[in-house]
């Protein structure tokens, strides 16, 4: 966080602080009887945003959970998050709860700085929503997968080809995210000129920031900056959207060579057609999904593997099999990754302690009770990822490094949740396993490397990442 952003933070707060006082709840009843949850409601306007946010910028957001957890209660604590009251489930119960009620009692909300990034939410909204969640499976569908292996083996080849081999030093976010955005581009848009990639992607760090940032839209803040950023990348989308139109009449490109041509081709039920605007809009939110979540994970693979020798020679011992069962210069295919389980549950085990996504926002569309609590109407719910994954009630000694967790029947079901869970579970979780496997095949089939900075510190903002990017230093295979 910038100085300037800090400063007017502690102002804004000073300001609408002046009564002083901390709204405390501990399932009073209300005026009309109701027992709400326990918990508080924090500072006055922006309630326990600040707390919420700056837990991860230290690197533990499980901490403002789990405090709230002991203090008022394990399975679901009041709070007030992005200027709105705000319940968080907790456990396996609490995930389970909401993951089952999509459309029911709750639906999918995300914060007010989300709809000013993404406009277009609010005018088209929900239809338009599940116009794209219908579309989202035909693209990553089993066949569609089965075609993107090979093209993501040859462009992780090249990222490692440009950015790794010959290096001796790397930081390895930097080309993490350079890695997960250039597939994207490729499989989504087909664009693959490094130098355009390139161009694209400086915005986006901004707009992922401030996408969780509070939504203080002032010049210099994150919010505004990640307005400015989300501008800027969808007119460049635009212009794409309207060049692919001209050379999908000139049979210069092809129905089927990527996700802007389904969208461009395929209607609705009715016959109706996506607004280009609103494709823009939608591979902007498919490239930010796709991009800094994976870029995350990827980078915490390599950080594991650099402090867990034994983990990675495992990974190496398994990965050198598929190799030496591939001809020279043959691409990776579907079944290779099939063959790679101990390197994903290495990856699953990097996901539980490191989630890219914390955990995502719900609204309560009625009034329900809940564990003998009355969850208002309007509400909005949140379930986390670590209330679960760094729970020694569901993962024992839940710090350690122990992909054996997901050997056999894995972890108990709506405790291993980084993709989500029921309806709106991640509909890119298929697409984000082949990538990372790819990646780690290329990773240990040509190095071993050790961290330049042995504590780095970790940072949360919304995407986990060590804070100096993680440095290393390669040690390349002999030939
Ligand atoms: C390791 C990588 C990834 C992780 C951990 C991850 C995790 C998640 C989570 C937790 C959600 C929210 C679910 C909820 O609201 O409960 C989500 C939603 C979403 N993800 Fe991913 N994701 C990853 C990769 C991807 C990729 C590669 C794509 C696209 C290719 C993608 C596209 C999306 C989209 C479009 C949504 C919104 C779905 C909706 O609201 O209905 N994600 N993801």
Request: include cysteine; hydrophobic fraction near 40%; glycine fraction near 6%.
């Amino acid at each position: 966080m910038d100085i300037f952003y800090a400063t007017l933070l502690s102002l804004f707060v000073l300001v609408v602080s002046f009564s002083f006082h901390f709204f405390f709840f501990k399932s009073k009843p209300t005026e009309d009887g109701k027992v709400l949850p326990p918990g508080r409601k924090g500072w006055p306007i922006i309630g326990e945003s600040f707390e919420f946010l700056a837990t991860g910028w230290k690197g533990h957001p499980e901490k403002f959970i789990f405090d709230r957890m002991s203090k008022f209660s394990p399975k679901v604590f009041r709070t007030s998050l992005m200027l709105e009251d705000a319940a968080v489930f907790c456990g396996a119960q609490g995930n389970k709860f909401l993951f089952s009620n999509e459309n029911k009692l709750v639906q999918g909300w995300w914060p007010a700085s989300v709809d000013k990034i993404f406009p277009s939410s609010d005018k088209t909204s929900k239809i338009e929503a599940i116009k794209m969640r219908k579309m989202l499976p035909n693209f990553f569908k089993p066949e569609a997968l089965h075609r993107y292996v090979p093209i993501m083996d040859v462009v992780t080849q090249q990222h490692f080809a440009n950015g790794w081999e010959g290096k001796e030093e790397i930081v390895t976010y930097e080309l993490t995210k350079n890695f997960t955005f250039w597939l994207a581009c490729k499989i989504f848009i087909n664009i693959e000129d490094p130098e355009r990639v390139r161009y694209l992607s400086g915005p986006f760090e901004s707009i992922a920031t401030g996408l969780l940032a509070i939504p203080i839209d002032l010049p210099g803040t994150p919010f505004r900056r990640g307005i400015n950023a989300a501008n800027f990348i969808r007119k460049e989308l635009l212009a794409i959207v309207k060049q692919r139109k001209i050379d999908l009449a000139d049979g210069k490109a092809t129905p089927t060579q990527d996700i802007l041509s389904h969208m461009l081709l395929h209607s609705d039920e009715d016959g109706k057609f996506m607004a280009e605007y609103d494709i823009a809009d939608k591979i902007l939110g498919l490239l930010i999904g796709g991009h800094d979540t994976a870029s995350s994970a990827c980078a915490f693979i390599v950080k594991y593997l650099a402090e867990l020798p034994e983990i990675y020679d495992g990974v190496y011992k398994e990965q050198m099999e598929v190799a030496k069962s591939k001809a020279p210069g043959e691409l990776l295919n579907w079944e290779d990754l099939s063959k790679m389980k101990y390197s994903w549950n290495v990856a699953c085990e990097v996901l539980r302690l490191a989630p890219p996504l914390q955990g995502a926002f719900r609204e309560a569309i009625t009034d329900f009770m809940y564990n003998g609590y009355s969850i208002p109407k309007g509400w909005k719910l949140y379930w986390s990822a670590n209330s679960t994954h760094k729970n020694p009630e569901f993962f024992p000694e839940p710090q350690k490094f122990d992909p054996s967790r997901f050997e056999g029947s894995g972890p108990a079901p709506y405790t291993f949740v980084p993709f989500g869970g029921g309806p709106r579970m991640c509909p890119g979780k298929e697409y984000a396993r082949l990538e990372i496997l790819v990646f780690m095949h290329h990773l240990v089939m040509k190095f071993k490397w050790e961290k330049m900075i042995p504590d780095e510190q970790i940072v949360v903002n919304p995407m986990p990442s060590p804070a100096k990017g993680l440095p290393i230093r390669l040690y390349p295979h002999k030939a």
